[in-house]
């Protein structure tokens, strides 16, 4: 990418005491992207992310934003970050927009009416806006939450596992509006969380973060597109037939036989290819599934199995 990283993080290292909980951090997030930091508990999202906003020391390496770095120009970095760390505060017994504007009073950048009805629109609450906030469902006062995170149009957004807790049709929400939200204001949005489903959906990159260190960082399109292989599991008949074929044309194509269907390794392109050859050879194929992704394997490795 030849933009320019609206953050940067440069062999960010945090140590507590003896223990080394981030170590030799190095990433960039650009703008009108949004990278999943994904991780298992424990795996130092929150700690980076409270280095990130300037609530924690760093111990060696720094974090620039637009090139200011946040320990040693803290005012200029943090006026471009909005963010999400811990539950936002909200006052109840205030509608949605008396919080909003309640909370633009506070800030060091003037923010005018036009900007609070736009971010209430870019969330999607202009309905709702006008009633109590102790009304509101936890999706709604999430994404009042982004709203007011995004008031003072910051360049980059910060959102620390931004669904804990919310239903499913909650997290299809706030999930499509930090997609939109990235896209449209040309914003960086750095976000956490230890859901590799999520992520995928969310996100056009991801760092998979374990033991403090950063093990891979790869685009999603790469993966749920064509570029890498994956796991097809063909349901065919009659299945020995078709494992033989399967062997002597493509060798180690097949992963494993299971009861009706053959486990395959292959490409985006793999796929049409098998599938021709099963039906030139009059194999009945009866269902064609992708079953894990490589990122989801290494992801699973990573966590021992658990998602
Ligand atoms: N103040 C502290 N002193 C000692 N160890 C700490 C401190 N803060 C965090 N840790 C340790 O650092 C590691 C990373 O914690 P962190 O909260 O950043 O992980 P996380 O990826 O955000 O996990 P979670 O998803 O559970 O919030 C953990 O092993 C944690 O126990």
């Given at each position: 990418m030849s933009k320019k990283p609206v953050v940067e993080l440069n062999h960010v290292t945090k140590r507590i005491g003896k223990t080394t909980i981030i170590d030799d951090l190095n990433l960039q997030v650009f703008p009108g992207e949004v990278f999943g930091f994904l991780g298992p508990n424990g795996a130092g999202k929150t700690t980076t992310i409270r280095m990130m906003v300037g609530l924690m020391d760093i111990t060696e390496g720094e974090i620039l934003i637009h090139n200011h770095s946040i320990e040693e120009n803290f005012e200029k970095a943090i006026a471009h970050v909005g963010g999400i760390i811990e539950n936002p505060e909200m006052y109840k017994f205030l509608s949605g927009y008396d919080n909003l504007v309640h909370y633009a009073r506070m800030v060091p950048k003037k923010i005018s009416k036009d900007r609070i009805h736009e971010v209430v629109k870019l969330v999607g609450l202009e309905e709702r806006i006008k009633h109590k906030v102790g009304n509101y469902s936890?999706?709604?006062?999430?994404?009042?939450?982004?709203?007011?995170?995004?008031?003072?149009?910051?360049?980059?957004?910060?959102?620390?596992?931004?669904?804990?807790?919310?239903?499913?049709?909650?997290?299809?929400?706030?999930?499509?509006?930090?997609?939109?939200?990235?896209?449209?204001?040309?914003?960086?949005?750095?976000?956490?969380?230890?859901?590799?489903?999520?992520?995928?959906?969310?996100?056009?990159?991801?760092?998979?973060?374990?033991?403090?260190?950063?093990?891979?960082?790869?685009?999603?399109?790469?993966?749920?597109?064509?570029?890498?292989?994956?796991?097809?599991?063909?349901?065919?008949?009659?299945?020995?037939?078709?494992?033989?074929?399967?062997?002597?044309?493509?060798?180690?194509?097949?992963?494993?036989?299971?009861?009706?269907?053959?486990?395959?390794?292959?490409?985006?392109?793999?796929?049409?290819?098998?599938?021709?050859?099963?039906?030139?050879?009059?194999?009945?194929?009866?269902?064609?599934?992708?079953?894990?992704?490589?990122?989801?394997?290494?992801?699973?490795?990573?966590?021992?199995?658990?998602?």
């Amino acid at each position: 990418m030849s933009k320019k990283p609206v953050v940067e993080l440069n062999h960010v290292t945090k140590r507590i005491g003896k223990t080394t909980i981030i170590d030799d951090l190095n990433l960039q997030v650009f703008p009108g992207e949004v990278f999943g930091f994904l991780g298992p508990n424990g795996a130092g999202k929150t700690t980076t992310i409270r280095m990130m906003v300037g609530l924690m020391d760093i111990t060696e390496g720094e974090i620039l934003i637009h090139n200011h770095s946040i320990e040693e120009n803290f005012e200029k970095a943090i006026a471009h970050v909005g963010g999400i760390i811990e539950n936002p505060e909200m006052y109840k017994f205030l509608s949605g927009y008396d919080n909003l504007v309640h909370y633009a009073r506070m800030v060091p950048k003037k923010i005018s009416k036009d900007r609070i009805h736009e971010v209430v629109k870019l969330v999607g609450l202009e309905e709702r806006i006008k009633h109590k906030v102790g009304n509101y469902s936890l999706g709604m006062r999430q994404r009042l939450g982004l709203a007011q995170a995004l008031l003072h149009s910051p360049s980059l957004l910060i959102l620390d596992e931004p669904t804990n807790g919310l239903d499913p049709a909650g997290i299809r929400e706030i999930r499509n509006y930090i997609r939109q939200i990235a896209h449209e204001e040309n914003m960086a949005v750095f976000v956490s969380s230890h859901l590799l489903s999520e992520m995928q959906l969310m996100c056009d990159r991801i760092g998979i973060i374990q033991n403090g260190r950063l093990i891979s960082v790869e685009s999603v399109r790469d993966f749920v597109g064509t570029s890498s292989k994956q796991k097809i599991r063909y349901h065919v008949s009659p299945l020995d037939q078709a494992v033989e074929l399967l062997r002597s044309t493509y060798g180690s194509v097949v992963e494993s036989v299971g009861d009706g269907f053959i486990d395959t390794t292959v490409s985006y392109e793999g796929i049409a290819d098998l599938t021709e050859l099963f039906v030139t050879h009059h194999i009945r194929v009866y269902g064609i599934e992708n079953i894990q992704s490589t990122l989801e394997e290494k992801f699973l490795e990573m966590t021992g199995g658990e998602k």
